[in-house]
């Protein structure tokens, strides 16, 4: 609900704006009562002191967005000091990437866009203070999921764009249900898990804020049923819930042109009779949910730790995630002899626009979806806070993140870039492939600097329990599997070779992008085949996407302080439509004056390849 | 020991008042309200029209009571209840005139038996004083069809605004239920709201949302909700006129016989003006005979004159001429300014009462 002021419309409210104030004033002569004053009763009299200060509160926060030329605007909401703010993707879709945005101090402030989630409605922003390292109000973030059907909400912002002075208006209602679901609106824009309500919002209210009654971030108001009333308030509002923002915010404040996630598989209600049914698995792609095992059929039984009651359900809880993301998901399947099995696996989520289906080449394209009207970058300071890029909605945020990133990486795992040579790595560890249970072997890698039948490029061998393996990663007519070798690991050797190239040559290895953060599961001990808790399982960590000798790559870092920038895993994809090779690092030494992982677990798909622990790290000088 | 305990209960309440945040949350309310309402599901779907609706269980056995609407115009009509359990209904029994009707969960003979707090004791809420205008309210109700299953209904909030006769329209037919009802200041004119409830703030039974009018006087949407008590007087063929109650369908149940009507077609009646063909889609409204000792004949009307304005409303074509006149009830007198030749004039007449067999309706238009 961006609002566009139609002229005539501005003209007819200027004109009725002061008959309203004189008839208002007449009003009140006529009304005003001749003796006592009624008397309140005092609980009413606290309620309204105690919304009175709420507002006070939050009110400095509330932003009112501008397009160039103020045709065209919306709300918002700061979030952190730095002046980052949280809108509606519709909102910044009329104002452009570079606009301006008032604050209730009566100031205007240069903005840029930062991060989009175009399917979830949702747009990052960012506010320039008015003076290097000033600060910004900010309203503190709630915890969506505590709220409930019949709770208070506040909604804030600019509808009508009627604030010239940019002081919000105030709507004050009733949370209507949670965890609602709302269709996409024309192919994209669907609203998951939202919180609907009462509390009237109307055009020029879309992105600002819904408050719960602790002046706590609940949601971002952006949407309505509307029917036969037009665009106008109908008592039904839905604001898109923070928690579900949450999982985006490091997609968003990477820059990135972020996508909701798809499981790969349909469900449906297995009957539309009695008692709420299950909730079945009626058709799936090729996807990684059908390589962990899901298949039609199946009754899905709860996603990413929520219960699975209906598809509505399993809706939201869906689109709660960012695309790439992995969740845990449980499942039911009826056997030949109507035996129930109850399975579980940890799904990696493919995305909503199909980028990864479609862009099987790595050929620039438009960013999917419903792409901003092109139009020339307004000259302003916060233009030089933003570039354009494919698949990003401002790269600028990006390379800041990415090489802030890149930075941690160096400073936990000290410089790497005096070793561009051969690196060396001698283990020994146990074998689970290949129907091992854990057979112990000797296990070498090296990357042999110029050690391609070229002579120019590089070379990877390893000789593992007896066997020798050997790729050049940039030899055009390496064959296919050496990429993927040895069998059963994904893909050792491409993953060793991309280790090197990330820590020694960093930017000169390739692409590097950051790529928000993601929650890592650590692998259930070797060869166990008990049920996992996956939520004890996880750690939130912070991505880099890379790109190296063509094969992706994707790196976790740790988030946690004393341990940032310690690379926990990563992953390369030699196959797109296959399982990766998974590397896990953990007990981490001093090896002369660099940080190096003695334990190094290797999975693919649900199975563990190997575990291996270092005798010995050899890296050495570029010949 | 027992007085020990009160005091201790005493005093946890009185912290928790003391220091609680005075907007208190209605979340309570809103599922003891829900767990006693059915989402319904039935015939519409098309041009415009619903496909759903609410309904508030009245009953340990499963009687629902829901505004008489289109969607109940099936054999497969369906509800789900609060726990997401789905069920066949059929319609016991309907009475146009209160524009209410009851429905029983389950199929034919399928044995129902809800949970004490499944259902509202609806005699004690319609025996309840009447909410005075100021109250505080609470809406419930399953508007644009937001909830399925085990989704719960929408909540809004809002206060009664006034309490006094409905005059509403549907399209260009006048609502048949013209008695008593609670006008609110919350949004509950939705598809789907029409069978919600609205409660107190304390969830007590008030009243039944209404269907989607349109105020007769002003052409806005009203917000209303009927009391339980609600009942109406009806003109029987015969002259006589009986008094019908919501509370006569709940007593009766499939006993109920919907009160024989007298034949008024809806508003107009008679003027003696017969217009020209509506053939296309916006014939201008030209008179093209007029009936002998007709109203119209007494006013002087000829053919082909062309209405201009009915009561300063302004008349493009036959369609709006027959809404605006549909208004109109008999022995009322109406202004119509026609245009003969090149001049204006304004003329008087008096609508009578409907002659002869059913009048005819203009179709009904999309309005909106």
Same mark, same amino acid.
């Given at each position: 609900?961006?609002?566009?002021?139609?002229?005539?419309? %501005?003209?007819?409210?200027?004109?009725?704006?002061?008959?309203?104030?004189?008839?208002?004033? %007449?009003?009140?002569?006529?009304?005003?009562?001749?003796?006592? %004053?009624?008397?309140?009763?005092?609980?009413?009299?606290?309620?309204?002191?105690?919304?009175?200060?709420?507002?006070?509160?939050?009110?400095?926060?509330?932003?009112?967005?501008?397009?160039?030329? /103020?045709?065209?605007?919306?709300?918002?909401?700061?979030?952190?000091?730095?002046?980052?703010?949280?809108?509606?993707?519709?909102?910044?879709?009329?104002?452009?990437?570079?606009?301006?945005?008032?604050?209730?101090?009566?100031?205007?402030?240069?903005?840029?866009?930062?991060?989009?989630?175009?399917?979830?409605?949702?747009?990052?922003?960012?506010?320039?203070?008015?003076?290097?390292?000033?600060?910004?109000?900010?309203?503190?973030?709630?915890? &969506?999921?505590?709220?409930?059907?019949?709770? !208070?909400?506040?909604?804030?912002?600019?509808? /009508?764009?009627?604030?010239?002075? /940019?002081?919000?208006?105030?709507?004050?209602?009733?949370?209507?249900?949670?965890?609602?679901?709302?269709?996409?609106?024309?192919?994209? #824009?669907?609203?998951?898990?939202?919180?609907?309500?009462?509390?009237?919002?109307?055009?020029?209210?879309?992105?600002?804020?819904?408050?719960?009654?602790?002046?706590?971030?609940?949601?971002?108001?952006?949407?309505?049923?509307?029917?036969?009333?037009?665009?106008?308030?109908?008592?039904?509002?839905?604001?898109?819930?923070?928690?579900?923002?949450?999982?985006?915010?490091?997609?968003?404040?990477?820059?990135?042109?972020?996508?909701?996630?798809?499981?790969?598989?349909?469900?449906?209600?297995?009957?539309?009779?009695?008692?709420? &049914?299950?909730?079945?698995?009626?058709?799936?792609?090729?996807?990684?949910?059908?390589?962990?095992?899901?298949?039609?059929?199946?009754?899905?039984?709860?996603?990413?730790?929520?219960?699975?009651?209906?598809?509505?359900?399993?809706?939201?809880?869906?689109?709660?995630?960012?695309?790439? !993301?992995?969740?845990?998901?449980?499942?039911?399947?009826?056997?030949?002899?109507?035996?129930?099995?109850?399975?579980?696996?940890?799904?990696?989520?493919?995305?909503?626009?199909?980028?990864? #289906?479609?862009?099987?080449?790595?050929?620039?394209?438009?960013?999917?979806?419903?792409?901003?009207?092109?139009?020339?970058?307004?000259?302003?300071?916060?233009?030089?806070?933003?570039?354009?890029?494919?698949?990003?909605?401002?790269?600028?945020?990006?390379?800041?993140?990415?090489?802030?990133?890149?930075?941690?990486?160096?400073?936990?795992?000290?410089?790497?870039?005096?070793?561009?040579?051969? !690196?060396?790595?001698?283990t020994s560890g146990r074998l689970y492939a290949g129907g091992n249970k854990g057979k112990f072997i000797a296990a070498?890698?090296?990357?042999?600097?110029?050690?391609?039948?070229?002579?120019?490029?590089?070379?990877?061998?390893?000789? #593992?329990d007896?066997?020798?393996?050997?790729?050049?990663?940039?030899?055009?007519?390496?064959?296919?599997?050496?990429?993927?070798?040895?069998?059963e690991?994904?893909?050792?050797?491409?993953?060793?070779?991309?280790?090197?190239?990330?820590?020694?040559?960093?930017?000169?290895?390739?692409?590097?992008?950051?790529?928000?953060?993601?929650?890592?599961?650590?692998p259930p001990a070797p060869g166990s085949t008990?049920?996992?808790?996956? %939520?004890?399982?996880?750690?939130?960590?912070?991505?880099?996407?890379?790109?190296?000798?063509?094969?992706?790559?994707?790196?976790? /870092?740790?988030?946690?302080?004393? &341990?940032?920038?310690?690379?926990?895993?990563?992953?390369?994809?030699?196959?797109?439509?296959?399982?990766?090779?998974?590397?896990?690092?953990?007990?981490?030494?001093?090896?002369?004056?660099?940080?190096?992982?003695?334990r190094?677990e290797v999975r693919?798909?649900?199975k563990t390849y190997a575990v291996l622990t270092?005798?010995? !790290?050899?890296?050495?000088?570029?010949? | 020991?027992?007085?020990?305990?009160?005091?201790?209960?005493?005093?946890?309440?009185?912290?928790?008042?003391?220091?609680?945040?005075?907007?208190?949350?209605?979340?309570?309310?809103?599922?003891?309200?829900?767990?006693?309402?059915?989402?319904?599901?039935?015939?519409?779907?098309?041009?415009?029209?619903?496909?759903?609706?609410?309904?508030?269980?009245?009953?340990?056995?499963?009687?629902?009571?829901?505004?008489?609407?289109?969607?109940?115009?099936?054999?497969?009509?369906?509800?789900?209840?609060?726990?997401?359990?789905?069920?066949?209904?059929?319609?016991?029994?309907?009475?146009?005139?209160?524009?209410?009707?009851?429905?029983?969960?389950?199929?034919?003979?399928?044995?129902?038996?809800?949970?004490?707090?499944?259902?509202?004791?609806?005699?004690?809420?319609?025996?309840?004083?009447?909410?005075?205008?100021?109250?505080?309210?609470?809406?419930?109700?399953?508007?644009?069809?937001?909830?399925?299953?085990?989704?719960?209904?929408?909540?809004?909030?809002?206060?009664?605004?006034?309490?006094?006769?409905?005059?509403?329209?549907?399209?260009?037919?006048?609502?048949? +239920?013209?008695?008593?009802?609670?006008?609110?200041?919350?949004?509950?004119?939705?598809?789907?709201?029409?069978?919600?409830?609205?409660?107190?703030?304390?969830?007590?039974?008030?009243?039944?949302?209404?269907?989607?009018?349109?105020?007769?006087?002003?052409?806005?949407?009203?917000?209303?909700?009927?009391?339980?008590?609600?009942?109406?007087?009806?003109?029987?063929?015969?002259?006589?006129?009986?008094?019908?109650?919501?509370?006569?369908?709940?007593?009766?149940?499939?006993? +109920?016989?919907?009160?024989?009507?007298?034949?008024?077609?809806?508003?107009?009646?008679?003027?003696?003006?017969?217009?020209?063909?509506?053939?296309?889609?916006?014939?201008?409204?030209?008179?093209?005979?007029?009936?002998?000792?007709?109203?119209?004949?007494?006013?002087?009307?000829?053919?082909?004159?062309?209405?201009?304005?009915?009561?300063?409303?302004?008349?493009?074509?036959?369609?709006?001429?027959?809404?605006?006149?549909? =208004?109109?009830?008999?022995?009322?007198?109406?202004?119509?300014?026609?245009? =003969?030749?090149?001049?204006?004039?304004?003329?008087?007449?008096?609508?009578?009462?409907?002659?002869?067999?059913?009048?005819?309706?203009?179709?009904?238009?999309?309005?909106?």
């Amino acid at each position: 609900m961006t609002y566009r002021t139609p002229r005539r419309a %501005a003209l007819l409210l200027a004109a009725l704006v002061p008959a309203a104030v004189v008839a208002g004033l %007449a009003l009140g002569r006529a009304d005003a009562p001749k003796g006592a %004053a009624l008397p309140v009763n005092p609980r009413v009299l606290e309620a309204e002191k105690q919304r009175v200060a709420v507002i006070e509160k939050v009110k400095p926060a509330v932003v009112a967005l501008f397009a160039p030329g /103020f045709t065209n605007g919306g709300s918002g909401v700061l979030i952190s000091p730095d002046g980052f703010a949280l809108t509606n993707f519709h909102v910044v879709a009329a104002t452009g990437p570079v606009f301006k945005s008032g604050l209730p101090d009566g100031k205007l402030y240069d903005s840029v866009l930062v991060g989009l989630d175009k399917v979830g409605d949702v747009a990052l922003v960012k506010l320039l203070p008015k003076k290097e390292g000033d600060k910004f109000p900010f309203a503190p973030l709630g915890d &969506s999921d505590k709220v409930q059907a019949g709770d !208070w909400s506040l909604a804030m912002g600019n509808p /009508f764009l009627l604030a010239t002075d /940019f002081t919000p208006t105030v709507t004050f209602g009733l949370v209507s249900g949670t965890h609602r679901y709302q269709y996409p609106a024309g192919t994209l #824009l669907e609203y998951t898990d939202c919180i609907q309500i009462d509390t009237s919002i109307n055009p020029g209210n879309s992105g600002g804020p819904l408050f719960n009654m602790n002046g706590e971030l609940i949601g971002i108001n952006g949407r309505g049923s509307f029917e036969k009333r037009g665009r106008v308030n109908s008592g039904v509002g839905y604001a898109i819930s923070i928690n579900q923002i949450k999982n985006f915010m490091g997609q968003l404040r990477s820059g990135l042109d972020t996508d909701h996630a798809s499981l790969g598989a349909s469900v449906e209600s297995e009957s539309e009779e009695g008692a709420l &049914s299950k909730v079945i698995v009626k058709s799936i792609i090729e996807c990684d949910a059908r390589r962990r095992g899901l298949d039609v059929g199946d009754q899905l039984w709860s996603f990413a730790g929520r219960p699975v009651t209906t598809v509505n359900q399993y809706k939201n809880v869906l689109g709660l995630y960012p695309k790439g !993301w992995r969740v845990p998901i449980e499942y039911r399947r009826e056997l030949e002899n109507k035996s129930v099995e109850k399975k579980q696996a940890l799904v990696r989520l493919m995305g909503v626009q199909r980028q990864e #289906l479609e862009d099987k080449t790595n050929a620039p394209k438009p960013p999917p979806g419903p792409a901003a009207p092109q139009r020339p970058v307004p000259d302003s300071p916060a233009k030089k806070l933003y570039e354009a890029k494919a698949g990003f909605a401002n790269f600028y945020f990006n390379k800041q993140e990415r090489d802030r990133l890149l930075g941690e990486l160096r400073k936990y795992g000290g410089d790497f870039t005096k070793v561009q040579g051969d !690196w060396d790595l001698s283990t020994s560890g146990r074998l689970y492939a290949g129907g091992n249970k854990g057979k112990f072997i000797a296990a070498d890698l090296a990357v042999k600097d110029k050690g391609a039948k070229d002579g120019k490029n590089d070379r990877v061998v390893a000789l #593992l329990d007896g066997l020798d393996y050997s790729l050049e990663p940039l030899n055009q007519n390496e064959k296919d599997t050496a990429f993927k070798d040895p069998p059963e690991s994904g893909g050792l050797l491409t993953a060793f070779y991309h280790y090197r190239q990330l820590l020694a040559f960093g930017m000169k290895g390739g692409e590097i992008s950051h790529g928000g953060t993601e929650p890592l599961y650590l692998p259930p001990a070797p060869g166990s085949t008990g049920r996992v808790d996956y %939520a004890q399982q996880r750690i939130e960590t912070e991505v880099l996407r890379t790109r190296f000798a063509g094969i992706d790559g994707k790196w976790y /870092f740790s988030t946690k302080d004393g &341990s940032r920038g310690q690379l926990l895993a990563f992953e390369v994809t030699p196959e797109r439509d296959e399982d990766p090779c998974e590397v896990y690092l953990s007990d981490y030494q001093k090896v002369e004056d660099k940080m190096l992982p003695q334990r190094i677990e290797v999975r693919q798909g649900d199975k563990t390849y190997a575990v291996l622990t270092a005798k010995t !790290w050899k890296l050495s000088p570029a010949k | 020991m027992k007085l020990l305990r009160v005091a201790a209960a005493v005093a946890v309440l009185g912290l928790a008042a003391g220091t609680g945040r005075a907007e208190e949350s209605f979340a309570q309310v809103a599922e003891a309200v829900n767990k006693k309402l059915v989402k319904l599901f039935g015939a519409g779907g098309i041009r415009g029209l619903a496909s759903y609706g609410t309904g508030v269980v009245i009953s340990r056995d499963g009687y629902v009571l829901t505004i008489n609407s289109h969607i109940l115009d099936t054999q497969d009509l369906r509800c789900h209840m609060y726990d997401g359990t789905r069920y066949h209904c059929k319609v016991v029994c309907a009475e146009p005139e209160l524009d209410v009707a009851l429905v029983k969960i389950g199929r034919d003979k399928e044995k129902i038996e809800l949970d004490e707090d499944q259902f509202f004791d609806v005699v004690a809420a319609a025996k309840r004083p009447l909410a005075e205008p100021g109250t505080g309210i609470l809406a419930f109700s399953n508007q644009f069809q937001i909830a399925t299953r085990d989704e719960p209904m929408s909540i809004q909030r809002g206060v009664i605004a006034s309490y006094g006769k409905l005059y509403g329209r549907l399209g260009i037919f006048e609502a048949t +239920y013209r008695g008593d009802v609670y006008v609110l200041d919350a949004i509950t004119n939705n598809p789907g709201a029409g069978g919600g409830v609205i409660t107190t703030r304390k969830g007590e039974l008030l009243g039944l949302i209404g269907r989607e009018l349109r105020n007769e006087l002003t052409n806005t949407w009203i917000n209303y909700a009927m009391p339980f008590s609600a009942k109406i007087d009806v003109r029987q063929p015969d002259d006589k006129v009986v008094t019908t109650a919501i509370l006569d369908l709940v007593e009766k149940k499939d006993k +109920y016989k919907p009160v024989p009507k007298a034949k008024v077609e809806g508003g107009g009646g008679y003027t003696g003006i017969v217009l020209v063909p509506n053939v296309v889609e916006r014939t201008p409204p030209y008179v093209e005979e007029v009936d002998p000792n007709s109203p119209a004949a007494k006013a002087a009307l000829k053919p082909d004159d062309l209405i201009v304005y009915v009561n300063g409303l302004p008349v493009v074509d036959i369609n709006t001429y027959h809404e605006i006149m549909a =208004r109109f009830r008999p022995d009322t007198e109406v202004k119509l300014e026609i245009q =003969r030749g090149n001049k204006l004039s304004t003329v008087s007449i008096k609508v009578e009462k409907p002659k002869g067999g059913p009048k005819k309706v203009a179709p009904k238009k999309e309005t909106d």
